[in-house]
């Protein structure tokens, strides 16, 4: 038997960077997920087939081979590789394990792909060996993994991927989970820009280093608008809520973290009928997201792909990880 398990992806529709320090984040689950099978393997190597993200390899202990690809996304890897050994540990049993990874998630562009594939890892694992682990352990496993990736992480994209739905996270205080009847019309456009999300949360702590006071109250305002977003979105006051991410990205740009790219993106999607549109995650490149009403929508999506980037629409998923034991037969790639 084979234990395997999905994870959504995300977005931050407010509060990224500032969470980081202090103030709510509000983060989405999305409908495209990450997918792993754990298998059993005879000796003591955690073996990760991830063809279609471009690399596959395996540890022995903490070291890496590769098999193919090259070494960039080696933090991610050993995160997985952590997050396998971490999962045996807590359920005491010593194995060898094969990880296979799909991912329908973009990678490094803001959309939470190393923590669903984590997620999706400890949750595969933990089905392997018969475990019932909580979500909230799942999530914590999958924290120290994001460790490795991200440096000092927040914990926002590891809870919303294990948990699904809308969710406000501040922290030290934890999540609060919420309820929006029906759809709310949000695309993403993908700069198709790779980046690092260690990075960019290190250029704003240099730049805070600089710039304490006014860079306090820049993140207390980002704190704000979160906060009001949250009700406008409760609310479903798309009017509103198109301001406040409008005001949001202002600030996000003032901090370093947007680009020419981004920019544009989000001036394009305002100039064809978008109500707001800003960056979402760490910036530096990855996606932004802009929110339209259901006529123009369409629109929207156009002019961005006439910009040299990709786009599409996402509906928010309350599914977060799930996981069951699958014969080998049933194995699909
Ligand atoms: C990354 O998805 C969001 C950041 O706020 C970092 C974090 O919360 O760990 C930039």
């Known amino acids: 038997m084979l234990g395997e398990a999905t994870a959504p992806g995300k977005m931050i529709l407010f509060g990224e960077h500032s969470v980081v320090y202090r103030g709510p984040a509000v983060v989405l689950a999305i409908d495209r997920r990450a997918k792993v099978i754990a298998g059993k393997r005879d000796d003591e190597k955690v073996y990760i087939d991830a063809d279609n993200l471009g690399f596959s390899g395996y540890f022995e202990g903490d070291e890496y081979h590769a098999v193919r690809g090259k070494a960039w996304r080696g933090r991610n890897l050993a995160a997985l590789n952590m997050s396998t050994r971490k999962t045996m540990e807590r359920l005491d049993v010593e194995s060898g394990v094969n990880l296979k990874v799909r991912?329908?998630?973009?990678?490094?562009?803001?959309?939470?792909?190393?923590?669903?594939?984590?997620?999706?890892?400890?949750?595969?694992?933990?089905?392997?060996?018969?475990?019932?682990?909580?979500?909230?352990?799942?999530?914590?496993?999958?924290?120290?993994?994001?460790?490795?990736?991200?440096?000092?992480?927040?914990?926002?994209?590891?809870?919303?991927?294990?948990?699904?739905?809308?969710?406000?996270?501040?922290?030290?205080?934890?999540?609060?989970?919420?309820?929006?009847?029906?759809?709310?019309?949000?695309?993403?456009?993908?700069?198709?820009?790779?980046?690092?999300?260690?990075?960019?949360?290190?250029?704003?702590?240099?730049?805070?280093?600089?710039?304490?006071?006014?860079?306090?109250?820049?993140?207390?305002?980002?704190?704000?608008?979160?906060?009001?977003?949250?009700?406008?979105?409760?609310?479903?006051?798309?009017?509103?809520?198109?301001?406040?991410?409008n005001i949001n990205h202002g600030l996000l740009s003032s901090i370093g973290v947007s680009t020419m790219k981004l920019e544009t993106l989000c001036h394009t999607a305002r100039a064809n009928g978008a109500l707001g549109a800003k960056l979402t995650g760490a910036g530096g490149g990855g996606c932004m997201i802009a929110l339209a009403e259901e006529t123009e929508l369409a629109e929207v999506e156009r002019a961005i792909r006439r910009r040299k980037s990709d786009s599409y629409r996402v509906s928010l998923t309350d599914r977060g990880v799930e996981s069951r034991r699958i014969e080998e037969k049933n194995a699909d790639s």
Do not use: C, W
């Open 103 to 245: 991912s329908m998630i973009p990678i490094a562009v803001g959309l939470g792909s190393s923590a669903a594939v984590n997620v999706a890892t400890v949750g595969a694992v933990q089905r392997l060996f018969d475990g019932d682990l909580s979500k909230e352990e799942i999530s914590n496993i999958a924290f120290e993994g994001e460790t490795i990736i991200h440096g000092k992480p927040s914990g926002v994209d590891n809870n919303v991927s294990t948990f699904g739905g809308v969710m406000s996270y501040e922290r030290g205080k934890g999540f609060n989970h919420h309820q929006i009847e029906g759809s709310i019309p949000f695309i993403i456009g993908n700069t198709r820009k790779k980046r690092s999300t260690k990075k960019m949360v290190e250029t704003v702590a240099v730049l805070r280093e600089r710039n304490p006071a006014l860079m306090d109250n820049v993140i207390d305002v980002m704190g704000s608008i979160a906060s009001e977003g949250l009700d406008a979105l409760l609310k479903k006051d798309l009017k509103r809520l198109g301001d406040l991410m």
